[in-house]
């Protein structure tokens, strides 16, 4: 979208149906734009990296010191530098208060199905006023040891706020069916969307799996899968305003290792 109104173009979308995602993006979103299956041009790794979500430019990041981030090593996974042409997923409050600014307005201008809307607000008005959203990715981490976190880990992070607010209920977003017990046994309050399709070969379980992704959105406080850009999505479409805890396999990051600098209480 962004670089769309920079260059004064329309908007076309790279949107493949594979394993991962079986229905198209106008399934979940009414915004205008092309919808591309095959991708027919090639990305410059010098200018617009491939694995890049957001659009960012050299002076929009601060030279001295891009990643403030405590108990990270430069050459970890997560550590990555702009100038060099890395990413900057992962960072919630440390990434840099330009993009913030910037990006905030073109997640705000996503337009999901009336439907999806529709589904999510009668979700959360049963909600109560203190939520701290859990999402539990497994599904396709489960293969990858490198990205692999166990339900058990993000349980015990989201009671680090639970057990200090006995109002907080917890909203469960998850891939993975098997995982919804677990969590509702470990707390006394939990929200999950029912009877949903959690296959990710099913077309239909993309509209339900943003149903989860706006109600996370919703959320006072969220507990994140560490690798994983869903939760970080609900993060952004929040307004990028909730404080974040993100589980995951790459030491020093555990439970109680990366809590987000939000004042929004």
């Known amino acids: 979208m962004r670089v769309a109104d920079v260059y004064d173009k329309r908007l076309a979308v790279h949107w493949a149906k594979n394993a991962h995602c079986m229905a198209p993006l106008s399934d979940v979103l009414v915004n205008e734009f092309i919808e591309l299956e095959n ?3 090639t990305l410059r790794a010098d200018t617009y990296p491939s694995d890049w979500r957001l ?8 030279l001295d010191n891009p990643y403030p981030l405590p108990n990270i090593r ?14 900057i997923d992962g960072m919630y409050d440390h990434t840099p208060a330009k993009l913030v600014e910037t990006y905030v307005p073109y997640f705000a201008r996503l337009r999901p199905h009336p439907a999806i809307v529709d589904a ?8 109560a006023p203190k939520v701290v959203g859990l999402h539990i990715r497994q599904g ?22 639970v057990e200090s607010d006995t109002d907080v209920q917890v909203f469960l977003a ?22 949903i399709s959690r296959d990710r070969s099913d077309p239909v379980a993309l509209r339900h799996a943003f149903v989860d992704l706006l109600v996370l959105s919703k959320c006072w406080r969220l ?21 974040v805890r993100m589980v995951g396999p790459y030491a020093p990051r555990r ?8 004042k929004n209480d």
């Open 39 to 41: 991708r027919p041009w």
């Open 55 to 62: 659009w960012v430019r050299p002076e929009e990041v601060p």
């Open 74 to 87: 430069k050459n970890s996974h997560w550590f990555r530098d702009l100038r060099t042409n890395q990413f």
């Open 120 to 127: 999510t607000e009668e979700f959360a008005s049963e909600l």
């Open 140 to 161: 396709d981490f489960g293969k990858q040891a490198n990205f692999y976190v166990s339900p058990e880990e993000l349980i015990q992070a989201a009671r680090l706020d």
């Open 174 to 195: 998850t891939d993975d069916v098997n995982v919804v017990p677990l969590v509702k046994s470990a707390f006394p309050r939990v929200a999950v969307c029912e009877g």
């Open 223 to 243: 507990v994140v899968t560490h690798g994983s850009t869903f939760g970080e999505t609900a993060w952004w479409l929040g307004g990028a305003k909730a404080k």
């Open 255 to 262: 439970a109680g290792d990366h809590f987000s600098d939000s």
